[in-house]
Structures are given as structure tokens and as C-alpha cells.
């Protein structure tokens, strides 16, 4: 079975950090693209950052330049997403996804194949 499970999220105030993960689980992501999207209540899933399997990086939003990273770590089967200097605007739900075969990102979320069930990010004073 092949799953994505990301944790990390919660309730931070403006300006702090969060680390969100993304576990694979059945499967190996050595060959995955993997994108981090969110979605806030009533609006459009959107992507944020992406890796391939080759740790090329994309990015998805300029609204996170320089605020967020994304990473991997082969070994432990896991992709991160470091988020600093949060804004309130940055409440969502965050959803990461894998593409097989990603030796580089796809275009948009049409293109990933396999969904976690998100985890939350509030941003409030």
C-alpha cells in the first residue's frame, strides 16, 4: 500500500517557524518528485515548492520565496518543508504529493499521482 502521511502542523503566531514532514510509507521515494501544496477554506489547492528525485527544486509561489525550503533525506524515507517568517496568509491545510519516476517536478498538481491527508498551519496572533 502506498501512502503519504505528513505531520508537523499546528498553531503558530505571525513571524514563527514550523518544520512539516511528508513519511513515505510502502514505497521508497528515492524515485518520487515530491511537491508540497495547501489549501485554505474556500480557495483553490495551490502548489508551494516541489523536489524531484534528483533534488532539483521548483517553486511554486513566489509568496514564499525566501521564507520557505524544502528538502530530502533518502535515508529516512521523508521530505521536509521549512516554513519561516509565517504570515497569517499562510493558514491552510498542507497536502504534499508524489510523481513517479520525478527526475524533474511537474508542472501543477495535475501531474502527482499519489496524495497525503494534509495536516494544518494557523497562523494567528
Known amino acids: 500500500q502506498l501512502q503519504l502521511v505528513e505531520s508537523g502542523g499546528g498553531l503558530v503566531q505571525p513571524g514563527g517557524s514550523l518544520r512539516l514532514s511528508c513519511a513515505a510509507s510502502g514505497f521508497t521515494l528515492d524515485y518520487y518528485a515530491i511537491g508540497w501544496f495547501r489549501q485554505a477554506p474556500g480557495k483553490e489547492r495551490e502548489g508551494v515548492l516541489c523536489?524531484?528525485?534528483?533534488?532539483?527544486?521548483?517553486r511554486y509561489a513566489d509568496s514564499v520565496k525566501g521564507r520557505f525550503t524544502i528538502s530530502r533525506d533518502n535515508t529516512k524515507n521523508t521530505v521536509y518543508l521549512q516554513m519561516n517568517s509565517l504570515k497569517p496568509e499562510d493558514t491552510a491545510i498542507y497536502y504534499c504529493?508524489?510523481?513517479?519516476?520525478?527526475?524533474?517536478?511537474?508542472?501543477?498538481?495535475?501531474?502527482?499521482?499519489?496524495w497525503g491527508q494534509g495536516t494544518q498551519v494557523t497562523v494567528s496572533s
Open positions: 523536489i524531484s528525485s534528483v533534488s532539483s527544486i521548483t
Open positions: 504529493a508524489a510523481h513517479r519516476f520525478g527526475t524533474s517536478c511537474p508542472s501543477g498538481r495535475s501531474g502527482y499521482r499519489y
